[in-house]
């Protein structure tokens, strides 16, 4: 009887401890996990500021509205009468290119604009030629000038990429002649626009992939292999007015002069000044009459030299098509890396491309 007893009690106590024990598992098995940490992603250093995204002509940020904006290339005299020049120091891009062979080889300038509608006053606004045409349609640019030479005109006819806008623009009396008083103001570009069909945005003849390779923001061009040379100043061999660059040590950057005087904006004293300089070895081809010619650089490459931070580079450049993409590469072949800023980029005829002095 005892024994009976005793395992009854023994089996009692097992059987509580057993249902104790698969209670204690059933709570384990019903608990609420502990959540694993959401890892804080680590910021890009290198990334547009909020609101912003990376220009494609300086590689600067600047307000993301301007994204789908297409820039505007305005045609700008430089005969000495044409000076002072308005807004040239606020340009993304200086193109400076030989207008014609007469008048001792003068040069026009082209400068490119993205947010356009920020500069007061730009120009004084003159006429086109055909490289011009050509160069605006890469950018899928607005292409504003004055008229044009007739050469020009079968391009600007054919739409590819080079919308243009002619003449039209704000009227300014500066006591110089008729063709010298033309400018474009705030509003100027929307206006002209709409009344020629424009499309301010960019449209289906925009050309896929970036013009510059630039430097990581915030980063410079390593200047430090033994490919770059020092390079402080630029004498270009243009007669008439003189074209050259000075390296500015305090700015890093290229100041421009014409006629051996300072370029300053004549509204605010801005001194034109570049980042950037690309000068291209290019050959050109004379129209049969007037000097008028047209640069080599359809389907074509040639040499040139890369400037910044006081040093220069050899390089190469290439151009597939009218409307295709001008690249430029370094000495070891490779993309040319850019740092971020304004660029000055004269196309030297391929003639006198020996009579420039790169110091």
């Not at 300014?172 to 002209?192: S, W």
């Amino acid at each position: 009887m005892k024994i009976t007893k005793y395992v009854s009690i023994a089996l009692a106590l097992g059987l509580s401890i057993s249902l104790t024990g698969c209670g204690k598992k059933e709570a384990e098995a019903t608990a609420t996990p502990t959540p694993t940490p959401t890892p804080t992603p680590t910021p890009d250093p290198y990334a547009a500021p909020a609101g912003t995204y990376f220009s494609e002509t300086t590689g600067l940020p600047i307000a993301e509205s301007l994204k789908d904006q297409r820039p505007i290339a305005v045609m700008v005299d430089c005969e000495y009468s044409a000076l002072p020049h308005y807004g040239l120091a606020e340009a993304d891009i200086v193109y400076d290119l030989m207008n014609s062979l007469e008048n001792e080889r003068i040069t026009r300038f082209m400068a490119v604009y993205k947010d356009y509608d920020s500069v007061a006053q730009i120009g004084n606004v003159r006429s086109a030629r055909t490289t011009n045409v050509w160069l605006a349609a890469e950018w899928n640019a607005i292409l504003c000038h004055d008229g044009e030479a007739i050469y020009a005109e079968p391009y600007l006819e054919s739409g590819y990429g080079a919308e243009n806008i002619s003449g039209g623009f704000s009227r300014i009396a500066n006591g110089k002649a008729t063709e010298f008083t033309e400018y474009i103001l705030p509003g100027d570009v929307e206006a002209r626009a709409s009344e020629s069909g424009v499309n301010l945005k960019y449209n289906e003849y925009k050309v896929d992939g970036d013009h510059f390779q630039f430097a990581k923001y915030t980063l410079s061009v390593d200047t430090t292999a033994s490919s770059f040379t020092p390079a402080v100043s630029v004498a270009l061999p243009y007669d008439h007015n003189g074209t050259s660059l000075a390296y500015n040590a305090d700015t890093k950057t290229y100041d421009l002069s014409m006629y051996g005087i300072l370029h300053q904006d004549g509204d605010d004293g801005q001194t034109l000044t570049f980042q950037n300089v690309l000068l291209l070895d290019a050959p050109y081809t004379e129209y049969p009459s007037g000097g008028l010619i047209y640069y080599d650089i359809v389907d074509s490459t040639g040499d040139g030299y890369y400037l910044t931070n006081g040093v220069k580079e050899a390089i190469t450049w290439k151009k597939s098509g009218e409307t295709g993409i001008m690249h430029y590469y370094d000495s070891s072949g490779k993309e040319l890396t850019m740092n971020r800023g304004k660029s000055y980029i004269s196309f030297v005829p391929g003639d006198v491309w020996g009579a420039m002095i790169v110091e």
